[in-house]
């Protein structure tokens, strides 16, 4: 049993031992732990389910001693071109192109990404080639996916939504991102709306991304969502049908399915919100949109993706290829 389970278990057990005596100042002695704890762990199981009280995995920090990023990506490069040699010559490999590094750290970086294993480094190079040139051999076909990747055939075809919190802001309130990307071209579309999210604000931000997408020349035949309460809504649903629209829905707890959403949200964060806040003072929603509309311009025409996907392109760059093509 896990350290996750053990408290998992602890959680519920003292929600049964409140239920089945009705005291909770009892219970609270009886386990060791606040009334305001407790109330925490029911408000949470009321409103979730019992499933909710399952600890988060939390990210392992970042140490002032630990090996540096760029260090890792190289060694995992090597791990994956010259996947049957060892910790100690990867090592000295490091060591030529100019980086210090003991092999029993570069075993350690190594098992932790899952590479630790000569097999599982052969498996690994396989299947990015299975990927990159369709090439097939047996050791791709026993590793298990590493990857999830959205593709379409072409714009509107796929929208992916999602919401986005971008925080407790002075004076404005719970500040909400809805976004929208369309698959093909990574055309991005964000609306701005105070929190809670609810099915309302997900029916109105439907009509404005159509609208928005239809002066792109864009029609859009499908949409894709996590299973958010705003978008399990049945007014939300039931808009979706009225327009014609398509609505898929990731499975729970799978954020990885929705990942062209979360990907854009971790860049919207680091190159728009965190500069903004760090220059100006926001004293209502209206400025906000203003200030991410003037960023996606320059998102959608100026700055190049590098991802695998995009290779350099800009979203009106693949938008304006894909309606060349077409005309011709």
């Known amino acids: 049993m896990t350290p996750a389970e053990i ?12 239920q089945r005596t009705g005291n909770v100042a009892e219970t609270c002695r009886v386990f060791g732990i ?45 791990a994956v071109l010259e996947p049957t040699i060892g910790c100690r010559q990867y090592a000295d490999q490091l060591g030529d192109q100019g980086f210090s590094i003991a092999k029993s750290t570069v075993q350690r970086v190594l098992v932790a990404h899952g590479l630790g294993r000569r097999r599982e480094r052969l498996a690994r190079a396989a299947a990015i080639a299975a990927a990159t040139t369709g090439l097939v051999t047996e050791a791709a076909r ?39 990307i369309d698959v093909f071209t990574r055309w991005a579309f964000v609306a701005i709306v105070l929190g809670p999210v609810t099915g309302a604000h997900t029916v109105g931000f439907v009509d404005q991304l159509l609208r928005h997408y239809r002066r792109q020349g864009v029609t859009v035949r499908a949409v894709l969502s996590d299973n958010g309460p705003e978008y399990k809504a049945t007014a939300f649903r039931a808009h979706l049908v009225r327009k014609g629209l398509r609505h ?81």
């Open 34 to 78: 606040s009334r305001t704890r407790y109330y925490a762990w029911k408000r949470r199981a009321d409103a979730y389910g019992l499933a909710a009280l399952v600890p988060k995995a939390r990210r392992a920090p970042q140490m002032p001693s630990a090996t540096p990023t760029h260090v890792v990506e190289r060694l995992l490069t090597l």
């Open 7 to 18: 408290i998992y278990q602890r959680r519920i057990a003292v929600l049964e031992h409140a």
């Open 142 to 180: 026993e590793d298990e996916p590493f990857g999830f990747c959205l593709a379409t055939g072409g714009p509107g075809e796929l929208v992916c939504l999602d919401s986005f919190y971008v925080g407790h802001l002075k004076g404005v309130g719970k500040v909400y991102q809805l976004t929208a």
């Open 248 to 328: 898929e829905r990731i499975p729970a707890r799978s954020p990885n399915h929705n990942a062209v959403c979360e990907r854009f949200h971790a860049t919207i964060l680091q190159e728009c919100w965190r500069p903004a806040f760090h220059r100006r003072r926001f004293t209502s929603i209206r400025q906000l949109q203003a200030e991410v509309d003037a960023w996606l311009a320059t998102y959608h025409r100026k700055r190049r993706n590098h991802g695998d996907y995009m290779a350099g392109r800009t979203p009106h760059e693949i938008l304006d290829k894909h309606k060349r093509n077409k005309a011709a």
